[in-house]
């Protein structure tokens, strides 16, 4: 690198941590607004707002349903309504001659409840011991703020880059995702792109995909007092149960991934949700089970879909009372591809070098072990997507969620540099 590269990175650097306060304090404004899936409006007329005081053009849209039903990943979703839940896109234009290069990050939550649990308030926003709280703060909030900032930054020191550079805050993620599909089917793509999930600072060029799936059983309904010549749903439903432990077992045997060396934490497979029977003193004659799985980036989820259902249909076939009864399985709500690129692609590339140059040390490279919104901009954005965020995977929708300062501070002058070397600047 040459010395007037030099001069410049440290000058962003120095210029990041000058504005440490600046970063805290919008990452705080974030998280006071609450932002649970449904009620985004009121964060993204904010974003809108702040993107516009940055002097980047910016278009608001509500996605269309309609629209979005047209499109080959799509599932419809019971009572999935956009109205007032806007999506959010600031736009960098450069002036030519360099590649262009897109953020993407998700402005929703899951619920703030229970609010009284909390230490700090789920919207305080308290910063204590160089930690920000509240809800959002790791999953994804302290990633809006890191893009956000790094744009910030470089525009206030005169920079410009030769690509464009794209900045999108999408509803919905929290449940599916189609605030980024939305922005696919809006024609934003990039050259690259960084997605701000959660990945505790590591570069994270796969993800895994999510498979929900519902089972439903049917008992023989008695009299409790002889409750033994019927067929009890829970009995039943236990036998299930265990089905999906030995697919879990068979799943962690048999699929391996260089970027998930453990792939139990992958690959879970668990029913989480049991519900039976309608009266205390009744014999249970219905039981439905609610469960979900890991995807491998590899796999493809209709195939994964076909293993459960071989699965929980063999354990059936073996059992006298299913066999003549079989259970119905069904997948709703989330169905979603893992994505990957490939782990020496130039963008990983790029933000390992930006790493490095920040703090010294090379990062890590690893798959994250939860769904991202990667999926939609790799497979249908034409946008090779890796992760990077200043977000700690275990504070993800966890009680008093938390992001530490410091990886706020690396996050945005990795980003800032990133965009330095993958756009150009003049």
Not at 272 to 290: E, K
Not at 403 to 410: F, K
Request: hydrophobic share 40%.
């Amino acid at each position: 690198m040459s010395s007037s590269a030099d001069a410049l990175r440290e000058r962003i650097i120095g210029t990041v941590d000058t504005r440490r306060q600046e970063l805290v304090a919008l990452l705080q404004q974030l998280i006071r607004i609450e932002s649970v899936t449904g009620n985004e409006g009121a964060i993204q007329e904010y974003i809108a707002d702040e993107l516009r005081r940055v002097g980047l053009s910016v278009d608001v849209w509500v996605p269309d349903l309609k629209e979005l039903a047209t499109h080959p990943a799509y599932l419809p979703v019971e009572g999935l309504d956009f109205t007032d839940r806007p999506n959010v896109i600031g736009i960098w234009k450069g002036p030519g001659g360099g590649r262009s290069l897109l953020f993407n990050g998700h402005v929703d939550t899951i619920p703030i409840e229970p609010v009284a649990a909390w230490t700090h308030g789920p919207l305080s926003g308290r910063e204590e011991q160089d930690r920000v709280y509240g809800r959002g703060a790791a999953d994804m909030k302290g990633g809006l703020a890191t893009m956000t900032m790094a744009v910030k930054v470089l525009r206030d020191l005169g920079l410009r880059p030769k690509g464009d550079v794209i900045l999108e805050y999408v509803v919905d993620e929290e449940l599916t995702g189609y605030g980024t599909l939305a922005a696919v089917q809006r024609g934003y793509r990039a050259d690259a792109g960084i997605s701000l999930e959660t990945s505790d600072l590591c570069i994270q060029p796969a993800c895994i995909g999510r498979l929900w799936f519902t089972v439903t059983l049917k008992g023989l309904a008695v009299g409790i007092a002889r409750h033994w010549e019927g067929v009890s749903a829970i009995d039943k439903g236990i036998t299930i149960v265990q089905a999906i432990k030995d697919l879990e077992q068979m799943r962690w045997a048999d699929l391996r991934h260089p970027l998930y060396p453990d792939s139990r934490s992958a690959l879970p497979c668990v029913v989480c949700m049991f519900h039976a029977g309608t009266f205390p003193s009744a014999a249970p004659d219905t039981a439905v089970l609610r469960g979900s799985l890991g995807v491998m980036p590899q796999e493809d989820v209709k195939e994964v879909e076909r293993q459960v259902v071989d699965q929980v249909m063999r354990v059936a076939q073996a059992d006298a009372w299913l066999r003549h009864h079989p259970p119905t399985v069904e997948f709703k709500e989330v169905g979603a591809d893992g994505a990957e690129i490939p782990a020496d692609h130039p963008i990983v590339k790029t933000v390992s070098a930006a790493f490095q140059a920040v703090t010294g040390s090379p990062p890590t490279i690893s798959g994250r072990t939860g769904g991202a919104d990667t999926r939609y901009l790799i497979k249908y954005g034409q946008t090779p997507t890796v992760i990077f965020g200043p977000g700690m995977t275990s504070e993800m929708h966890a009680l008093n969620e938390s992001v530490p300062v410091a990886n706020l501070l690396t996050a945005t002058k990795t980003l800032a540099l990133a965009i330095v070397e993958w756009c150009g600047v003049g």
